[in-house]
């Protein structure tokens, strides 16, 4: 403020210099001084101006602009949860109860079964002279369980008609039997003869008393007199005659009867010890639900 006042001082006082010397030079022609001092009034007018212009700025006030609107942070999505992997727990083999803690020897030939009668099926034939493993107990007095000598994971019910037991049973669970079973598949089987054609053949005769068709087998001989075996699989029942079929028999109906062979001996089997397991099933090529037997014979 203080400067533009000095300048306006010093634009002034020209003016009124040239105002005074207008009254006491009476040389200047009135109409050139009136000239000059008009020029000399607008210039003070317009410095006047530029000055005050300079010194208070006019500013336009400022438009509120609105600030740019920010992109918002993503959202963060969180880590997925873990999922623990699964704790494996590891099943061991069934470990085999020692011979020398409870076994169970056997004095006659006797069919080991699923459950504690002959309507569950035979797992297999404990042989005269063996020595199985007890795994357990029974609430019957007169079974146990046994280990099967060919598979250690599977076990079967023994009666103990013809069985020394050896060692202490009370140290052992005591199983419960389960529910008897009503298998609609069901046959009886007797043995007929032994054909001589391209070899030796034992013959059986089957008889379906179940409820199911039978549509195949398999016979598994073991000899042991002369410590052979012998196996033989069909999808048929028929018979022969003079070592010829006359009628192929496919299947056999509820109450129907047919034959079942062990072919192509190649010896007499006459008088050998034999131990037979016959296999039936429902299907072709032993599919479906089956059955099985298994017995000893003398030709």
């Known amino acids: 403020m203080r400067r533009f006042l000095f300048k306006l ?18 040389s200047v022609p009135a109409a050139d001084l ?6 000399t009034m607008q210039a003070v007018a317009t410095d006047v101006q530029s000055t005050l212009q300079a010194a208070v700025p006019t500013t336009a006030p400022a438009t509120n602009t609105p600030l ?8 963060e999505t969180p880590a997925p949860t873990e999922t623990p992997a699964p704790v494996i727990t590891e099943t061991s083999e069934p470990t085999a109860v020692a011979a020398s803690n409870v076994t169970a020897r056997i004095a006659q030939n006797t069919n080991c079964r699923s459950g504690p009668s002959t ?39 023994l009666w103990t008609e013809y069985v020394d037991i050896q060692g202490n049973l009370a140290g052992l669970p005591a199983a419960t039997p389960p529910p008897t079973p009503t298998p609609a598949l069901k046959y009886s089987l007797a043995f007929v003869r032994v054909d001589p054609c391209t070899g030796w053949s034992l013959v059986f005769k ?3 008393t179940g409820s199911k068709t039978l549509q195949s087998y398999t016979v598994v ?8 075996t012998e196996t033989t699989a069909l999808n048929h029942f028929s018979e022969r005659v003079g070592c010829k079929v ?29 131990l037979v397991y016959v296999t039936v099933c429902s299907n072709n090529d032993m599919a479906g639900e089956c059955e099985s037997q298994g017995f000893f014979i003398t030709p």
Not at 124 to 150: H, K, M, Q, R, W
């Open 221 to 228: 001989v073991t000899d042991q007199t002369a410590d052979n």
């Open 206 to 208: 089957v008889t379906n």
């Open 34 to 39: 009136q000239e000059q001092i008009t020029q």
């Open 119 to 157: 309507a569950f099926p035979m797992i297999f034939i404990a042989l005269e002279g063996e020595s199985l493993n007890i795994v357990s107990g029974t609430t019957l007095d007169d079974y146990v369980i046994v280990e099967n000598p060919n598979d250690p994971r599977q076990s079967c019910w």
């Open 68 to 75: 740019p609107t920010g992109t918002p942070l993503p959202t």
């Open 9 to 26: 001082m010093t634009l002034l006082i020209p003016g009124a210099m040239l105002l005074s010397a207008c009254k006491t030079a009476d």
């Open 246 to 274: 006359p009628n192929e028999v496919t299947s056999l109906d509820p109450g129907q009867s047919g034959y079942i062979y062990e072919n192509d001996f190649s010896y007499d089997p006459k008088d050998h010890t034999l």
